[in-house]
C-alpha cells in the first residue's frame, strides 16, 4: 500500500473517529489528490472531501494531519461541485442506447436500489425521472430529483451513466428549466393538442372541419406503405381523422423541437408522448404523426403511442394481449423504420406483455416506471410500522374520490379487504391486490401533503424518518420488483 493510501486510511479513521459516522464503502472515490466520499449521519447522509479539492465544496471545515476535511451536506451547490469532479454523478442521454429504462423515484430514495438491478443489466436507467404534477404533489424541485439521482449514484458507486427526464412536459417555460439544470431528456407532453373528441364524429362531421391540400393526398392515399411485414394504408376517412386528431400536435411539437433542439442545441434526448388521452393510436396514426415531424425536420430519440387495451397504474395490463401483441408488432416496425426507440408508458408492472415488449421492439425499447417505487416504499411501511400504515390506508381510503379525479383507474374500494379483518403480518398482502395498490398509488399526494390544525404534516416526517431506518429493506424490496420487469423484458429477446 502506497504511503498515500496509508494517509488516506488514517484520515478516514480519524473522521469516523471524531463524528461516529458510518462510511459508505462504495462511494469512495479519488479525483487528483482528493478523495470523497459519503457517510451516514445520525440524521442525513452527508459528503465527506479530503485533500486539496475538500474546499471546493461548502460545509463544516476541519483538517486531519495537516489536511483539509470539508464535511458536506447534500445540497443542491454541492452536487453540483460532485458532477463537475466525478462526471459518472452528472447525467448523460441515455436514449441513443439499445435499451433504456425509466424510474419515478417520487421520494428521493430509490436509486440505491435501482442501480443494483442496472449493475446486472446492460439497459441504461434514467434514475432522475418527474412530472411537473409529481413534482407540485411531493413538494420537490428539479433540484431535488437531480440531486437523488447523483448522490445516489454516487453512495453506491454506480459509475456507468444514468439519465435524466423532465417527464410529461408541456410547457415551454418547464422545458427550459429541466434543461437548464441539465436534464438530458425532454419528454413532450402532446396531449392538450390531441383531440380526443374525434371517434364520436362522424365522417361527415370530420370533413367539414378539416381540409386537406392535394400534396398531402398525394403523399398518402391510394398507394398501401410497406413497413416490414406490415402494410399501412389510409382511406380519405383516415387521414381526415389523422388531420383533426394530430394536426395541432405536430406542430406543437415541431415548434418545441425547433426552440430548443435542432442542431443541437440541448445536448439532451427529445421524447414525444401522445398517450396521454383516451383515443388509442392506431398504427396509420403513428406513422403519420412520424412521417409528418420527420418533414418538419424533427428528429425524434423515442415516441410513446396510446396503445390498445388500458395501462393503468401500479397494476398489469387490462385488455386483449393478442391484439396488443398485433399491433405493438406494427408500432416496433414504424419505431424502426423512422430510426427511434418505441416508449413504453406507465410501464410499472405490466408483467403479462412485457416479454412481447421485449421480442418485438428487438430489445430495443424505453419503459418508464414511476409509481410502483412509491408502492414499494409504502410496502415497507405496511410490513415494519402496521399501526402507521394502518393509518394511512383509512386515509386514503377517505382522499380515494378526490384523488380519482386525477387518474383513470377501475378501483373498486369493496374489493379491499377491511383492515379490522387483517393481522399486522398480512398487511404487505394488501400489495398484491390490484384495488389496494391503486388505491394507495393515486393518493400520495395526499398521504405525504396531510396536515393536522395546527399546520403540522400528520405522516410525512414519520414516513421519511422510517424510510431512513428502513433504507436496506425498500433497496432489497426495490432489486426485486424492478429486477421482475427488467428480467421479463429480457426474457423476449
Known amino acids: ?88 454523478t452528472k447525467p448523460i442521454p441515455v436514449l441513443n442506447k439499445q435499451r433504456s429504462f425509466g424510474l419515478g423515484d417520487r421520494l428521493g430514495l ?60 408541456k410547457k415551454p417555460e418547464d422545458i427550459k428549466y429541466a434543461l437548464s439544470l441539465g436534464f438530458t431528456m425532454i419528454t413532450l407532453d402532446a396531449s392538450d393538442y390531441i383531440r380526443n373528441d374525434v371517434n364520436h364524429m362522424t365522417d361527415e362531421q370530420v370533413r367539414r372541419e378539416v381540409q386537406i391540400d ?12 410497406q413497413i416490414e411485414h406490415s402494410v399501412v394504408e389510409f382511406s380519405e376517412n383516415e387521414l381526415n381523422r389523422c388531420v383533426l386528431v394530430y394536426g395541432k400536435a405536430i406542430e406543437f411539437a415541431a415548434k418545441i ?17 401522445i398517450d396521454e388521452t383516451s383515443t388509442p393510436t392506431t398504427p396509420a396514426q403513428h406513422y403519420f404523426v412520424a412521417n409528418e415531424l420527420k418533414l418538419r425536420g424533427v428528429k425524434l430519440d423515442t415516441l410513446a403511442p396510446r396503445f390498445c387495451g388500458e395501462f393503468q397504474k401500479g397494476i398489469d395490463y387490462v385488455g386483449d394481449i393478442k391484439q396488443f401483441e398485433v399491433e405493438l408488432m406494427v408500432h416496433a416496425a414504424i419505431a424502426r423504420h423512422f430510426g427511434y426507440k418505441l416508449s413504453i408508458h406507465s410501464g410499472s408492472d405490466k408483467f403479462s406483455i412485457f416479454t412481447l415488449i421485449g421480442k418485438h421492439t428487438r430489445g430495443h425499447f424505453h419503459v418508464k416506471t414511476a409509481g410502483t417505487n412509491w408502492l414499494e416504499a409504502m410496502r415497507v411501511v405496511s410490513a415494519k410500522a402496521p399501526k402507521l400504515y394502518r ?31 387483517l393481522k399486522d403480518e398480512e398487511l404487505p398482502n394488501l400489495f398484491h391486490n390490484n384495488d389496494a395498490r391503486q388505491l394507495i398509488h393515486i393518493t400520495y399526494g395526499f398521504i405525504l401533503n396531510h396536515k393536522n390544525e395546527q399546520g403540522e404534516f400528520v405522516f410525512r416526517n414519520q414516513l421519511f424518518a422510517l424510510w431512513r431506518d428502513e433504507a436496506q429493506t425498500y433497496s432489497d424490496m426495490l432489486y426485486a420488483h424492478i429486477g421482475m420487469h427488467l428480467e421479463l423484458l429480457y426474457k423476449g429477446f
Open 1 to 88: 500500500m502506497s504511503n498515500k493510501n496509508t494517509d488516506f486510511l488514517k484520515a478516514l479513521s480519524g473522521i469516523q473517529g471524531v463524528y461516529g459516522s458510518k462510511v459508505y464503502p462504495k462511494s469512495i472515490q479519488q479525483v487528483e489528490d482528493t478523495y470523497v466520499w459519503m457517510q451516514a449521519a445520525p440524521h442525513a447522509d452527508e459528503l465527506v472531501a479530503y485533500g486539496r479539492l475538500a474546499n471546493q465544496f461548502k460545509g463544516q471545515i476541519d483538517d486531519v494531519s495537516g489536511v483539509p476535511v470539508v464535511i458536506a451536506p447534500l445540497t443542491f451547490e454541492n452536487g453540483q461541485v460532485l458532477r463537475r469532479l466525478f462526471p459518472f
Open 110 to 169: 430509490a436509486t440505491p436500489g435501482h442501480a443494483r438491478v442496472f449493475k446486472q443489466y446492460d439497459a441504461y436507467p434514467i434514475f432522475a425521472q418527474q412530472s411537473i404534477r409529481e413534482l407540485t404533489l411531493t413538494h420537490r424541485t428539479y433540484e431535488d430529483v437531480l440531486d437523488a439521482a447523483s448522490f445516489g449514484a454516487f453512495k453506491v458507486g454506480f459509475t456507468r451513466g444514468f439519465g435524466a427526464d423532465g417527464d410529461h412536459l
Open 214 to 225: 392535394d400534396m398531402l393526398k398525394k403523399r398518402y392515399l391510394g398507394h398501401p406503405i
Open 257 to 273: 423541437y425547433q426552440t430548443f433542439f435542432i442542431d443541437q442545441k440541448a445536448e439532451a434526448n427529445f421524447e414525444l408522448s
Open 391 to 421: 393509518d394511512i390506508h383509512a386515509y386514503a381510503i377517505s382522499m380515494f374520490g378526490e384523488a380519482q379525479k386525477f387518474y383513470h383507474v377501475t378501483t373498486d374500494l369493496n374489493r379491499i379487504p377491511a383492515l379490522e379483518t
